[in-house]
C-alpha cells in the first residue's frame, strides 16, 4: 500500500510525522516522502530538515495521498503544476488526506467544493473562500477525503484511517504502540475553549509570523 506524504518548504513537522508514526504501522504499508524534487526541505521555523527521497513526479498512483501544512503552503495554493498533479493523483487514490493547512492545498486543487472540512482554526475563513464548508471538528471525512484539523490531530487522522482500513483491533494496537494518550495539562486546545486573551495573542504571533519573507519560503 503506496503512501505518499508531500514535503515542501515551510511545512510544519509534526503534521507529516505525527500521521507518519501511525501510517506506517499500517499492514504492506510502503510510506513514500515526496516533494517537488528530491532532497531536502526546511520546516516553517527554518531549524529542521526532511528528507524528500521521491520527486513528485515519481509518485503516479499512491493508495493514500497525505498533504501537511505550515506557512509554506500559501505560496503553493496558486502553484499550478502542484495543484494539477494533487487533482490527477485524487483520481485514483483510495483516500485523499490532510492536515491543517493542507486543506487549502485540496481546496485550491478544486477538491472540497460544497463539502465539509476542517483545517487549522486560524485558516477556516480562507478555506471557505475556496468554496469548502469549514467546521470545527477534528477529524471530518467526506467520501474518500478525510481533513484534520491543526498539527497534532494529524495523528487522530491517520488512527481513523488505520481504522478504515484495518480494521478497529488494529488500529486501537498502533496507538497503544505510540503510547497516543493525551493527557493535555490546560484544556486550551481550541479556540472555542482557550481564554479570549490567549486566543487573541495567538492570533497576533501568527500574523506576525506569516509576515516574515523567510517563513513562507
Excluded at 6 to 13: E, K
Excluded at 73 to 96: F, K, Y
Amino acid at each position: 500500500m503506496e503512501i505518499a506524504i508531500v514535503l515542501f518548504d515551510g511545512i510544519t513537522a509534526l503534521d507529516a510525522i505525527g500521521p507518519y508514526e501511525v501510517l506506517t504501522r499500517l499492514p504492506g504499508a510502503e510510506v513514500k516522502f515526496a516533494a517537488k524534487a528530491r532532497g531536502l526541505v526546511r520546516t516553517d521555523n527554518l531549524r529542521l530538515g526532511l528528507s524528500a527521497d521521491y520527486a513528485l513526479d515519481e509518485i503516479t498512483a499512491p493508495e493514500i495521498l497525505l498533504l501537511p501544512g505550515g506557512l509554506g503552503t500559501r505560496p503553493l495554493m496558486h502553484d499550478p503544476g502542484l495543484l494539477e498533479w494533487i487533482r490527477g493523483v485524487h483520481r485514483s487514490t483510495q483516500w485523499t488526506t490532510s492536515v491543517c493547512t493542507g486543506a487549502l492545498l485540496l481546496a485550491a486543487a478544486g477538491l472540497l467544493e460544497g463539502l465539509e472540512a476542517t483545517t487549522h482554526w486560524l485558516e477556516r475563513e480562507t478555506l471557505a473562500r475556496y468554496g469548502a464548508r469549514p467546521v470545527a471538528r477534528r477529524v471530518v471525512r467526506q467520501g474518500k477525503i478525510i481533513t484534520a484539523a491543526g498539527v497534532s490531530s494529524g495523528i487522530d487522522m491517520a488512527l481513523t484511517l488505520a481504522n478504515e482500513i484495518a480494521g478497529a483491533e488494529t488500529a486501537q494496537a498502533i496507538q497503544l504502540a505510540i503510547e497516543y494518550d493525551p493527557q493535555p495539562p490546560f484544556d486550551a486546545g481550541s479556540p472555542e475553549k482557550a481564554p479570549p486573551a490567549i486566543v487573541q495573542a495567538a492570533r497576533a504571533k501568527a500574523a506576525a509570523r506569516a509576515a516574515k519573507p523567510a517563513a513562507s519560503a
